[in-house]
């Protein structure tokens, strides 16, 4: 008797790939599709989880774009604060697919945001990156021109990229009723307010979130037929749902859907692969090692293991720990991970 | 008596050389001047006899020691018992905030053209940065007794015909328009340093230019720099004079003695 499991190496089994491996890293958890050359220009976007790629990224030395540079001088602590050198441009943290295809079409001038400037404390944000300048600006007017010039910036980092790597984060949203435009944060939590008949809330189901990031993948590829992308799924656990269900229920399909998300896309394009750090990360092997105390930061270690089987997949010798001095501009409490997480804000709603 | 002890590195050489003259003028005003070039004072300690200076372990040149002793007398000096501590010549900063400039147009301070803008509060925070990095060593913190900074001065105007790199930034300082920047520089910078007990004591307004930079004529150094032998190109022009140290030196005494000081505001230059 013959049968297709008979000749199936040990990473295909349960008992051997993960029971059995103990504490050990799972280094063939991921056999990339293909190499990123470290002189591929890579743009960066995605959850508060994608700092952390990004900043590994750049430490291993690969070509990780910026085109809202500070002078080197400036701490990255400092710098972090105002949304500086957290991705390749300072839209501050992308958690939907819809935002990441709104922002590229608004960059290219084919849309523009419904409500582009929220008020708190007669200060003026931009609803589509309010945490990059947590004090706010002066005058909305100011805050259209800061965007005009950031909007610069994303034609140049998306123009001119041939990588792209993006980690999924939600799938629920806040949506302008009218228009659809899509906001980070929910009005109300950093700045703004919330009105429900102006605003609601939309969980994304997987054939939207697909939809979007085809979108995106296909406004990209008719610039440069070239480009490629790497797709993770952020670990971290939504910090709150509004979706009515057990926030860890909600969890489970917001993950579900970016997780299927990422395995279609990977299955239709050669040119899409996943990195599994959802998995690392997630994995019973771990035995929930990765988190911090709350149970939703992930830990330093957890970021390292993740971060250093990426390159060890990619050929990289991953730098020394600690070969940089580690970014202090932490909001939002995630202790050890070290990332600006706006989505941590919805903490100060929590009973 | 007042007794004063000035710290610094090549700076120290405009105050020193006009003590010699001034001290007449002020009977019951000890100065002593401690210190050495750049690197050489990065070398120095201060002990837990207050004795700051060259000890045993310090990284540096016999040359350089040498040099010290040439300079100063001695390797190090007491620090004991003195009623004040400048540190003169102090790079505060103003480079990096220059260079910051160059890039950045900054929301209500400068609008010249630059090719992108930085919001106030970023800016503000940038510079606070820059400030509490230029600050003294943190060993200074807990001394015991008034410490006053003395920041190293502005170019003077004939820097804008230099062609040196350094120069680059200040070239562009009048045309931009700089004044509303710098002054709120050194309003975060007094901020920054106040918070570790530091006053403030900048070159006197009468030493600037309406544009805001040093007048050429305490940038004309002479051919023999008194006998202290410290560094002296002809294109000098970073470094002043006699003259200049005369007008400082009485700014700092003045201000230790509780007189109004005239610190200059930079919003009233033109162009600011």
Known sequence: MTSPYADLPPRAFWRSAVAGRGGADPVDLWQPKFAISPQARIVTAGSCFAQHVGRALKQAGFAVMDTEPLPAEIPDAVAQRFGYRLYSARYGNIYTARQLWQLIREARGKMTP???????????????????????????????????????????????????????????????????????TAPGTV????????????????????????????????????????????PVPLTATASGQHVEVATAYSKAVLRAVCGTLVARHDDVDYFPSYEIITSQAARGQFYDANLRNVTERGVETAMRLFLQAQGITPPLTGAEPPATGTRGGERGAEVVCEDALLEAFAR | MMRLVILGNSHIAAPRLAWAELAERHPGVEIRFFGGLQTVLAAMTLDAQGQFGLHAGAQISDHDRAKTLDLFGALSIDLSGIDALAFCGLDWGIDEILALTDGFDIDGLIESGAPRHLSARAFDAFARDVALRSLPDAVWQDWNGRKILMPRPLPPTRVQDSDSDWAEAWRRVTPRGMGRVMQRYRDLFAEGAAAQGYALCYQPAATLTAQGLTEDRFNQLPPKFGNLKLPRRADDRVHMNAGFGALWLDSLIDQLANAATDEPTLTEITGG
């Open chain 1, 114 to 184: 419904a409500l582009p400037v929220w008020q708190r404390d007669g200060r003026f944000f931009d609803a589509q990156r309010p945490g990059v300048e947590p004090d706010g600006l002066d005058s909305p007017d100011l805050v259209l021109a800061h965007r005009a010039e950031h909007l610069a910036a994303v034609r140049q980092a998306f123009g001119r990229a041939e990588v792209l790597v993006f980690t999924f984060g939600l799938t629920e949203a806040w949506l302008h009723r009218e228009t659809g435009t899509v906001y980070p």
């Open chain 1, 191 to 234: 700045a703004g307010d919330f009105d429900p008949e102006v605003f609601a809330f939309h969980n994304f189901d997987m054939a939207e979130v697909l939809a979007d990031f085809e979108r995106v993948r296909s406004l990209l590829r008719a610039r440069n037929p070239d480009m490629r992308f790497l797709v993770t799924v952020s």
